[in-house]
């Protein structure tokens, strides 16, 4: 990443008088032993951030789905005291998960204070709004796999990250702005997306926290046809990184595809396997949502390439009994070399990063990196993860309600 200076950059080098800080935050399924004792688990970390806000919350959100008396009623509760004492909250939601959950988005949108837009995108790009994330007065985001759903916070293993910093934050800002002008109901989407101009520079940030030090970042995003920084794109991005990698990769995602509506989307497969290839260690794992044909049969043909390995994780069920679309390995992040991590919010296939709103994150800094890896490799050892197994027939998971 420091030679990235053959590149047209742009290195915005951020005060360190301010107040920066940068925050590993996960979700543990209840009953597991994955919980890691130094990292806050998320809805203590959203309510957190939601009351500390004084003057806009922006949400940018797959769907929202809440039941009466679950754990995501104090950050629910949180928001609306946030818009009692005057606080800007506005809400994008996607218009085809809405279409499953809109109760909570119609209640949050007729309460003062706080606005809701459906997003209709895969009327403008083919894909969905996939991101999880939301800014704190515009100087502050969560980023992670983590949505808007009471069972990401207690029954699906999940890893996000907080940063603060007003200057990296903008560049989220500027995105969140533009989605909701396209959301809007009365939207011209057609000359907002014609108004986007494509800069060909790399966006870039340092930031100095009290713990880690200095952080170098590269803020991410998808897709291509609504950004606005043409090398801050989640899939050049995440290439580069995995092009970089000298010893090892570890990656953890719910799913992974190379196939993509009968086409091969081979830019994140060949990089992994040339990866390979060239010596290094590769260490995947994905979630048993993916036991099914073709997908597993492209899976199994990456995990039997020298050097690469992959696990498949099931997270038993809760004592409760079951819960549909939960219980699962939902993490999206990659560590290389624990030097440098990508979190995002895509998972591995060409519709996320060519269609869909998602965003991620690169951050510099082998601290943070070496404790990503330590998360990793807890599932890794777990209980829950077992080898692929090339000879095995799969049977497919139920995950629904």
């Not at 060909?200 to 897709?223: C, F, H």
């Not at 043409?230 to 995440?238: F, G, K, T």
């Not at 990698?245 to 009968?262: C, D, F, H, T, V």
């Not at 979190?343 to 943070?368: A, C, P, Q």
Request: proline share 2%.
């Amino acid at each position: 990443m420091k030679k990235i200076c053959v590149l047209i950059l742009i290195f915005l080098s951020i005060s360190l008088q301010g107040k920066d800080m940068i925050e590993l935050v996960e979700s543990i399924p209840i009953e597991t032993t994955l919980n890691n004792e130094d990292i806050r688990n998320t809805s203590e970390v959203w309510v957190e951030m939601i009351s500390s806000a004084k003057h806009s919350l922006d949400f940018g959100e797959f769907y929202i789905s809440h039941k009466e008396g679950d754990v995501l009623e104090p950050i629910l509760a949180a928001i609306y005291d946030a818009a009692d004492r005057g606080v800007k909250v506005r809400f994008i939601v996607d218009g085809n998960m809405y279409k499953t959950y809109p109760e909570t988005a119609d209640i949050l949108n007729e309460y003062p204070n706080i606005d809701v837009h459906v997003y209709k995108l895969n009327e403008i790009t083919g894909g969905v709004l996939h991101a999880k994330y939301f800014i704190v007065d515009g100087k502050e985001i969560f980023i992670g796999s983590q949505n808007f759903d009471w069972r990401a916070m207690e029954h699906i293993h999940e890893l996000g990250i907080r940063i603060e910093n007003k200057k990296l934050v903008s560049f989220y800002n500027e995105l969140f702005e533009l989605d909701w002008s396209l959301s809007a109901k009365d939207a011209d989407t057609g000359a907002l997306k014609s108004n986007i101009v494509l800069s060909k520079d790399l966006i870039m940030y340092q930031i100095k926290d009290a713990e880690y030090g200095k952080v170098n970042i590269i803020p991410t995003a998808s897709n291509i046809k609504i950004i606005y920084h043409a090398q801050n794109w989640d899939e050049i991005r995440v290439v580069k990184l995995i092009n970089s990698a000298k010893e090892s990769i570890r990656i953890q995602l719910l799913s992974y595809s190379p196939l993509s509506r009968g086409e091969l989307y081979g830019r994140l497969d060949y990089a992994l396997r040339k990866a390979a290839a060239r010596g290094v260690k590769v260490e995947m794992i994905l979630s048993d949502w993916n036991f099914y044909s073709p997908r597993i049969d492209y899976i199994k043909s990456l995990h039997a390439i020298p050097n690469i390995n992959i696990k498949f994780s099931t997270i038993p069920e809760a004592s409760e009994g079951y819960v549909g679309f939960a219980r699962v390995e939902h993490c999206k992040y990659m560590v290389v070399d624990d030097k440098e991590f990508w979190l995002g919010t895509s998972n591995w296939s060409k519709s996320y990063f060519h269609n869909g709103r998602n965003l991620g994150v690169i951050v510099e800094n082998d601290m943070l990196a070496e404790r990503v890896s330590q998360i990793f490799l807890k599932s890794w050892d777990s209980d829950y993860c077992h080898l692929v197994e090339l000879g095995k027939e799969y049977e497919r998971k139920e995950t629904r309600e």
